[in-house]
């Protein structure tokens, strides 16, 4: 994830390691469906791309909360959220 600088190239890679979180069978289904559904919006090109943001930012840190998730994709998760706070607002 590091090097990414245009936000096409964040969402990309954010968008892979969500595809992983998503279909990785440790993760509990809760977990794995916010995945899908951050995945859900992060593709929905019909939003400007803050709101896109923000609203995956938002549900990334109620999943990073979630007692049951493994630490691995709780550090995941974190990487994903830090990655899209580097998208500008006013793009």
């Known amino acids: 994830m ?3 600088s245009e ?3 964040v969402i990309k890679q954010c968008t ?3 595809e ?4 990785d069978n440790s993760v509990p289904r809760n977990i794995r469906r ?5 995945l859900a919006t ?3 090109e019909a939003e400007p791309l803050f709101l896109r943001t923000s609203s995956s930012i938002s549900i ?5 909360n979630d ?5 691995h994709t709780r550090t995941l998760i974190w990487n994903v959220a830090s990655q899209l706070e580097t998208i500008p607002v006013d793009e």
């Open 42 to 44: 992060l593709k929905n």
């Open 16 to 18: 892979q390691v969500l």
């Open 67 to 71: 007692p049951n998730i493994p630490l």
């Open 2 to 4: 590091l090097g990414a």
């Open 60 to 64: 990334l840190e109620d999943i990073s």
């Open 34 to 38: 916010s995945a899908n559904d951050i």
């Open 7 to 9: 936000p096409e190239d």
């Open 20 to 23: 992983h979180i998503a279909n």
